[in-house]
């Protein structure tokens, strides 16, 4: 396996986890690997106010780990690609303890 990268992926990358550093934009990515979601479904989950939640939406799409779809009067919003749901789905298992060696030490 070929883990050399460009300096412009290692800058697109460090974005990547930027953005999904913050607790309710990871909330938000999260619960977007349901299936996409309207707006205020998501101020329901992250708890905040709507402005809030937009906000967080265009940084997270900016950085394009979202996509939205105009679907009538409601805009809905999914992961922009399937490595984003692999992404978290990893850093997950890493958090839970899933194929981590436990009798590593600091």
């Given amino acids: 396996m070929n883990n050399t990268a460009t300096y412009e992926q290692i800058e697109r990358l460090s974005e ?6 913050h607790p309710v934009r990871l909330q938000i990515v999260l619960f977007l ?11 329901e989950v992250s708890g905040i106010s709507q ?3 937009s906000q967080h939406l265009k940084q997270l799409r900016t ?4 996509k939205q779809d105009r679907r009538a009067q409601q805009i809905y919003y999914s992961l922009a690609d399937r490595h984003i749901q692999i992404l978290l789905s990893n850093g997950l298992d890493h958090v ?7 009798t590593h030490t600091r």
Avoid: M
């Fill in 51 to 53: 402005s809030a939640t």
């Fill in 33 to 43: 690997q349901q299936g996409p979601a309207c707006v205020s479904e998501l101020c």
């Fill in 63 to 66: 950085a394009r780990l979202i």
């Fill in 16 to 21: 990547i986890y930027k953005q999904v550093s």
């Fill in 96 to 102: 839970k303890g899933a194929g981590c060696d436990e």
